[in-house]
């Protein structure tokens, strides 16, 4: 928060792009008309389209980078064959620093200078971004850097730092959405020394963690003492949840309309087993030898999934409920365990999208024969139309009379 309102002082509000939310105008122009340096270390080109910026990288570890590459440069490499946007990179590195490569190649990603946080909100602020495009996985790259977008103007695809943050968070999101008649699987939340009141078997997961790392399933052999101390690894907090019997593991989403309408699209089914019950980390993504996320796993699963109609109206429920109950914008996505009875229960949320082909929304969207391009510019295009929105508005009064 301090770094985010020293650069807000040093680079006001006024002085940063002020025509997001115009994609027909030309990048350079806009700064022109604002008088600003048009220079920048890449010495970039007037393209005449709208920029979009794929915010990537992470502050916090090499795994949470490796996500974030492979999955921004899947998407920057499908979207830029499409020359609709002028798509830019921003990469944040863990030292702190950023850089600005002009694509995702090892010469490029080592060409493209470092500089501090400072120096890179001014070579933002010259591209004068149309939409920001998240890719970040981590924690801050979830929260922090989105809301440091939010604060200097520049319209966000997907939802804001505040609803990241609560959903990352698996007891608070799981209170909230049990308010609007959500169902949940019992759970208790502990801290250290705590110890689990329920019987077994449940499930040890670190409550602000991804990607099942620290997540084990206490059985009656199970070590408690090793499952917590994994657990507690990633978190300082831990959900105890109650173990849902094994029927079927269930990915299922919901995209927003132009008229505001929540359509669930086709569901993701995973196919577990008695031996192997519920998803670990190493069913997700696969990884180097130091652990590093290099691509996502395939094969055991399905879409879309079998899903009768009975099942799909408990599902949808469970989504558009969700969704509105968390705040969630443009799309969401939720992790659904279905007993032997066909009943769904919210495990957690997953409310970001990296938009590349072998991505979970893309590919539900897929399903129903729309494809990356079409759901990335409906996307990118209405995050636009937001901030224009916002601009032209009158109101003077309320909290969000320009949001």
């Given amino acids: 928060l301090g770094i985010l309102l020293?650069?807000?002082?040093?680079?006001?509000?006024?002085?940063?792009?002020?025509?997001?939310?115009?994609?027909?105008?030309?990048?350079?122009?806009?700064?022109?008309?604002?008088?600003?340096?048009?220079e920048s270390p890449a010495k970039r080109q007037c393209t005449g389209k709208a920029v979009v910026v794929h915010l990537c990288g992470s502050r916090v570890s090499e795994y949470y980078e490796g996500v974030s590459s492979y999955y921004a440069s899947q998407?920057?490499?499908?979207?830029?064959?499409?020359?609709?946007?002028?798509?830019?990179?921003?990469m944040v590195h863990r030292d702190g620093s950023w850089s600005f490569p002009a694509d995702f190649s090892d010469e490029?990603?080592?060409?493209?200078?470092?500089?501090?946080?400072?120096?890179?909100?001014?070579?933002?602020?010259?591209?004068?971004?149309?939409?920001?495009?998240?890719?970040?996985?981590?924690?801050?790259?979830?929260?922090?850097?989105?809301?440091?977008?939010?604060?200097?103007?520049?319209?966000?695809?997907?939802?804001?730092?505040?609803?990241?943050?609560?959903?990352?968070?698996?007891?608070?999101?799981?209170?909230?959405?049990?308010?609007?008649?959500?169902?949940?699987?019992?759970?208790?939340?502990?801290?250290?020394?705590d110890r689990p009141k329920m019987a077994r078997p449940f499930v040890l997961k670190p409550c602000n963690e991804d990607n099942s790392q620290g997540i084990t399933l206490v059985r009656e052999d199970t070590d408690l003492d090793a499952a917590l101390k994994q657990a507690f690894t990633f978190d300082t907090e831990v959900l105890c949840e109650r173990y849902i019997p094994l029927g079927r593991e269930i990915r299922c989403a919901v995209l927003e309309q132009a008229d505001g309408k929540l359509d669930l699209l086709?569901?993701?089914?995973?196919?577990?087993?008695?031996?192997?019950?519920?998803?670990?980390?190493?069913?997700?993504?696969?990884?180097?030898?130091?652990?590093?996320?290099?691509?996502?796993?395939?094969g055991g699963r399905k879409c879309p999934a079998d899903v009768d109609d009975v099942l799909r109206a408990k599902l949808e429920h469970l989504c558009v409920q969700s969704h509105?109950?968390?705040?969630?914008?443009?799309?969401?996505?939720?992790?659904?365990?279905?007993?032997?009875?066909?009943?769904?229960?919210?495990?957690?949320?997953?409310?970001?999208?990296?938009?590349?082909?072998?991505?979970?929304?893309?590919?539900?969207?897929?399903?129903?024969?729309?494809?990356?391009?079409?759901?990335?510019?409906?996307?990118?295009?209405?995050?636009?139309?937001?901030?224009?929105?916002?601009?032209?508005s009158t109101q003077l009064l309320g909290m969000k009379s320009a949001c």
């Fill in 75 to 90: 998407c920057f490499a499908e979207v830029s064959q499409h020359g609709t946007y002028d798509n830019k990179i921003a």
């Fill in 108 to 193: 490029a990603k080592k060409a493209a200078a470092h500089m501090p946080i400072e120096a890179a909100m001014a070579e933002i602020a010259k591209m004068a971004p149309a939409a920001m495009v998240p890719h970040m996985f981590c924690l801050p790259g979830m929260t922090t850097f989105r809301a440091l977008f939010e604060a200097m103007g520049i319209p966000i695809v997907g939802n804001t730092a505040g609803v990241m943050e609560l959903s990352t968070n698996k007891a608070q999101s799981k209170a909230v959405v049990a308010t609007l008649g959500v169902p949940i699987p019992e759970s208790e939340l502990l801290r250290s020394g």
């Fill in 324 to 392: 509105r109950a968390l705040g969630c914008r443009d799309y969401s996505l939720y992790d659904v365990r279905v007993d032997p009875d066909g009943n769904p229960f919210f495990l957690e949320a997953c409310l970001y999208c990296s938009f590349a082909p072998k991505s979970v929304i893309v590919g539900m969207c897929g399903g129903r024969g729309q494809g990356q391009q079409e759901i990335f510019e409906m996307l990118v295009n209405r995050a636009i139309e937001r901030k224009r929105k916002a601009m032209s």
């Fill in 6 to 38: 020293r650069l807000l002082l040093r680079y006001p509000l006024p002085h940063l792009p002020i025509t997001t939310g115009i994609p027909d105008a030309p990048s350079c122009l806009v700064n022109r008309t604002m008088g600003a340096n048009t």
């Fill in 266 to 298: 086709p569901c993701l089914e995973y196919f577990l087993t008695e031996k192997s019950p519920i998803r670990g980390a190493s069913d997700k993504l696969v990884t180097d030898s130091r652990g590093v996320p290099v691509t996502v796993t395939t």
